[in-house]
């Protein structure tokens, strides 16, 4: 080695030192494509090869080819980074393709770069004749999956290839010929069988003398879906992709599709995938033992919140803790109006007096609806529905109302005037509340920006969803026992949001990105890159979501981080039950620990405005 080349080696070496390895000159990239692969099948098959490139990179099950879903159209987008309305390709004809203003990604690189060896080796021969056998030093047809592996192993174990293109196109003919479904054996089988055959590649390739400093990054992916014997239309099975980007200089991610839950009949006031505590008569019940908490005496005053969902108003106790069969009894409930509604009402007496108020009808519609009264126990009672002011009445003349056993949920202190429906959030204050505040928080999670906090004696927001014990988050023990009740979880209509997960035109644009192409804006991609590239371009500005999500790490342990949260946005935290466990408040950070150790899926709530979206965080 001459002193001249021993120079520019040292200079080569403190630079790449100095920039990261995101800047190393010796990017390479292996794109595999797999023909007509459901990510569903992908999952349901053994696949250790593609596990073991899912386990070193970013992962998403639920990509979309959302364009044309055939194969010349599919081929075309993943390969140029645009959607048919550019590279013109509607059919596995190729009539119509622009592929002079919208090239492949192989052409891209041998403009910058042509000394870069780029190979593409493909089992569908379209792919080769119409898109990349001019951009490519070497395009091989080939008429077998086997043979597509064989050729990639002898450019990989002999060559120095910088960027290759591999096709496989067994699993879908399987798919054409048995079936596009998890549940046939001969499509599965197909797909076992390119995963021996991407292990082959894959092991050739990190058997490379020199792969430990060549930065490669390997792209897997599918140009479409398949439904029945067929795919070619805009169904989610034909247009669901699988896209993994793995190497070295990828983190792990799990990309998935947002889940959003709409409750169905529409109801308000609960968090998304809530358990329900449902009472169907009968004597079914919460029990609150009785403790010195719960002694209001002859003077205190107290406010009383809680949360109803049924569809008749019968004489029953919602909430109380006297025996109802006398309005005259001691003590206080929420019930309905005698004999049958249809109002709600509130009754409340000392042995020998009693004072009653009706609040407004219309509650026992199926929806959520909050019942809410404060006692002014030398003045009025009154009454508010969903946080508005319904009607008050006189209390100054009743005396005490305690009764010692405890409160109920659900009926009266005897197990008799049984409710049917669901009750939730139940809150028991010291002190008044004013309208203002009930309206304000009559539907939303308690937290410790309630102006009235320091007065919470009891709150059971009842979405345990599983067990016999209701607990009261206001720290003062008051612990509740279900009797017979039900958990439930709600009807709900759950949707899929995919706005954040990779389409099949960032295949490109992520390759360009490693290989250190700058992706200019002239050249009108379609696609993002999903890696840490080395492009100098605004990924912003061309990111296609303006509020770009990111959760990470998905799955995780302890904590998780949130990117692309806009400034003023609050996020809520659900246990896998629905119960609210965290609140973020806007402007702290958005590294997220919600103090749990319980594994399962929880739901991020995010809101901005009336912008509201849900995000899946799997705990390990
Ligand atoms: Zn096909």
């Known amino acids: 080695m001459n002193n001249a080349l021993t120079f520019a080696l040292s200079i080569g070496l403190t630079l790449s030192s100095i920039s990261g390895f995101c800047q190393s000159n010796d990017a390479r990239v292996l794109i595999i494509g797999i023909d007509g692969l459901r990510p569903d099948c992908l999952e349901a098959a053994e696949t250790p090869a593609i596990d073991g490139l899912i386990a070193d990179g970013i992962f998403s099950p639920d990509a979309l080819n959302n364009d044309i879903t055939y194969s010349g159209p599919g081929w075309s987008a993943m390969i140029c980074g645009v959607w048919s309305g550019s ?7 190729f009539v119509g393709s622009n592929f002079e203003d919208f090239p492949s990604f192989m052409h891209r690189l041998e403009l910058e770069n042509s000394s870069l060896n780029t190979y593409s080796i493909c089992h569908w021969a379209p792919i080769n004749d119409y898109i990349l056998s001019e951009d490519v030093d070497e395009a091989l047809n080939v008429s077998s999956d086997a043979a597509v592996r064989d050729a990639a192993q002898a ?26 479904d998890a549940g046939v054996p001969q499509y599965i089988n197909a797909v076992e ?61 799990l990309i998935v599709k947002d889940t959003l839950e709409i409750q169905s009949p529409p109801v308000n006031c609960v968090a998304p995938g809530a358990a329900e505590l449902n009472f169907e008569g009968n004597g079914d019940a919460v029990h609150i033992e009785d403790a010195p908490a719960l002694q209001l005496g002859a003077d205190q005053d107290f406010t009383l919140e809680v949360r109803i969902r049924t569809q008749a108003t019968p004489d029953v106790a919602i909430v109380g803790n006297k025996d109802w069969n006398s309005g005259l009894n001691p003590g206080f409930v929420f019930s309905f109006e005698y004999p049958n509604g249809p109002a709600w009402k509130v009754n409340i007496g000392d042995g020998n007096n009693r004072a009653d108020a009706n609040g407004l009808s219309g509650v026992a519609d199926g929806q959520w609806h909050t019942l809410s009264c404060s006692f002014d126990r030398d003045g009025m009672m009154r009454l508010y529905t969903d946080g508005v002011f319904s009607a008050e009445e006189d209390i100054s003349g009743i005396g005490t109302i305690d009764v010692g056993n405890g409160w109920f949920f659900g009926s009266d202190i005897f197990g008799a005037y049984s409710y049917s429906g669901a009750i939730a959030e139940v809150r028991f204050w010291h002190g008044l509340l004013t309208e203002e505040t009930l309206l304000d928080w009559h539907c939303s999670s308690l937290t410790a920006a309630h102006p009235n906090w320091t007065s919470l004696q009891g709150h059971w927001a009842l979405t345990e969803g599983a067990g016999t014990e209701v607990s009261n988050s206001a720290s003062t023990g008051l612990v509740g026992t279900v009797q017979g009740a039900n958990w439930q979880q709600p009807e709900s209509l759950i949707t899929f949001d995919y706005s954040n997960t990779p389409r099949i035109v960032d295949i490109a644009a992520t390759a360009l990105d490693h290989m250190c192409l700058n992706l200019e804006p002239s050249w009108n991609l379609d696609g993002i890159s999903w890696i840490d590239g080395c492009t100098s371009t605004d990924v912003q500005r061309i990111s296609r979501e303006e509020w770009k999500t990111a959760l990470f790490p998905n799955p995780g342990a302890e904590d998780f981080q949130i990117t692309g949260i806009p400034p003023h946005a609050t996020i809520e935290v659900f246990q896998p039950n629905g119960a609210s466990i965290h609140h973020a408040q806007p402007g702290t950070s958005t590294r997220i620990n919600p103090h749990t150790s319980s594994k399962g899926v929880y739901l991020i709530r995010i809101v901005d405005g009336e912008r509201q979206r849900t995000l899946r965080w799997i705990r390990q």
């Open 87 to 93: 590279h013109g390709v509607t059919s596995n004809n």
């Open 193 to 253: 069988a390119t995963d021996n055959f991407v292990a082959d590649v894959i092991s050739t390739l990190t058997n490379r003398p020199n792969y430990a400093t060549e930065n490669w990054l390997v792209l897997l992916s599918t140009d479409h879906g398949g439904l029945g014997y067929n795919h070619g239309g805009t169904s989610i099975e034909e247009e669901t992709i699988f896209f993994i980007a793995s190497g070295a200089s990828v983190p792990t991610e």
């Open 155 to 180: 450019i990989l174990q002999d060559g120095n290839p910088h960027a290759m293109f591999l096709h496989f196109d067994d699993v879908d003919i399987n798919g054409h010929g048995y079936g596009f």
